[in-house]
């Protein structure tokens, strides 16, 4: 049984979504004890697009207004920041938003949408199998299930009175 027939954070409208991102970055900044200024912050983050989900930029105006604004020390802004790329991605789904960043776009040198890129798998090998018992007996075996715990444990070695 679904508890809904569609998430809470799929219906919000784009300035909605903003808005809660902005209030969601305000707290965030509070609890580093940095002085928030929102209008400097908004004009920042009112640049962005952040319908498209790019953290990357999202941490990079987060950073401007740090050092820039907030006038917070360079070491100090690495270490928010730090913290900050860990929320940013939540934060964002949060408000339903689908979240791109680096690794989702290059991914050993491929694209990180299940191998595709510009909509295009990459070409694997053709196998031509024409004895299929013997193509499936050459076939490595997985180790399988191993147990948590020896049956050693569960032996019982004392006299049963």
Known sequence: MLAQQKPL???LAPAEQRAQLFQMLEQFLYTQDVAVDSVALGKRL????ISSGGVES???ALEAYLVKD??????KAQAIIG???LLVPTALAGVGIHVTTQHDVVTNG???HGGAVNGKLPERP????EDVHGWK???QVSAGPRPVRGLEEFEDLEAKL
């Open 9 to 11: 954070a799929t219906t």
């Open 46 to 49: 009112e640049s962005l697009e």
């Open 58 to 60: 999202l941490l990079k």
């Open 70 to 75: 907030a006038l917070v020390q360079r070491d």
């Open 83 to 85: 913290q900050a790329s």
């Open 110 to 112: 491929v694209g990180g």
């Open 126 to 129: 053709v196998i031509r199998v």
């Open 137 to 139: 007996a050459g076939l």
